[in-house]
């Protein structure tokens, strides 16, 4: 599989401000990575895909100017929540393609926890 | 056609029972099938993942049956513990034998096994 991390794991920030969340493939070089929105007792929800070199695709519905998506090199894809408000307070996380026994498949991260006050 | 739908919402088993989760799928075009396992406050951990060209696949205790013309596929638990109480959400996904595309998910399944 891949490893994946994720930092901060846990971030409260004023609501106004902006947060950004790291994104890093430990073993996989990727050029493509995915970042999901998870609220409490629901499903994951894909907001965009990071393209590295080029720029995020979203989702329909997600605003791009809010949450900003930098792919800055084969491990690297970071989001960045702008002018949060507390109703961006959600549990975000990254996955990574990877090769597992199934051929290839997507590995998660352990996700970031945001709260907006 | 992009919807994954999957039931039951929640499953209480007893320890050493079977588990079962179902899921069905409309679009045909989908060929990556994977189960994740989801503690909380944690991310989905990949368990089980199956690619149409099979219709069984088994890893330890955990089974996907995967039925193509019907558009459903399954996560059986074998002798459930304690340990497995979960969420456990399937997904489907098209990209070709390359690639895994972008993952629709279900709805999930909370899972309790009692002791």
């Known amino acids: 599989g891949a490893v994946v991390s994720q930092h901060p794991s846990w971030v409260i920030c004023k609501s106004g401000t902006s947060v950004k969340i790291e994104c890093r493939s430990l073993?996989?070089?990727?050029?493509?990575m995915f970042w999901y929105r998870q609220f409490p007792k629901q499903s994951l929800m894909l907001m965009a895909t990071?393209?590295?070199?080029?720029?995020?695709?979203?989702e329909q519905g997600v605003e791009k100017d809010k949450f900003l998506i930098n792919h800055a090199s084969l491990t690297l894809s970071t989001l960045t929540v702008t002018s949060a408000h507390p109703e961006d307070s959600s549990f975000y996380i990254c996955s990574v393609p990877g090769w597992g026994t199934s051929g290839r498949s997507q590995y998660f991260g352990p996700g970031t926890r945001l709260t907006v006050t | 056609q992009q919807q994954v739908k999957q039931s039951p919402q929640s499953l209480i088993v007893q320890k050493g029972g079977i588990s079962i989760i179902n899921c069905a799928y409309e679009n045909t075009a989908f060929d990556y099938f994977p189960w994740y396992q989801q503690f909380p406050g944690k991310g989905p951990a990949l368990l089980i993942a199956i690619r149409p060209d099979v219709s069984e696949k088994k890893e330890g205790r955990f089974t996907i049956s995967f039925n193509k013309s019907a558009k459903q596929f399954s996560l059986h638990i074998m002798d459930s513990q304690p340990g497995d109480s979960a969420t456990y959400f399937c997904?489907?996904?098209?990209?070709?034998?390359?690639?895994?595309?972008?993952?629709?998910f279900g709805q999930g399944t909370t899972l309790q096994v009692k002791p």
């Open positions: 990071s393209n590295e070199g080029s720029k995020a695709t979203y």
């Open positions: 997904a489907a996904s098209k990209g070709g034998s390359g690639n895994t595309g972008k993952l629709i």
């Open positions: 073993d996989f070089q990727a050029t493509t």
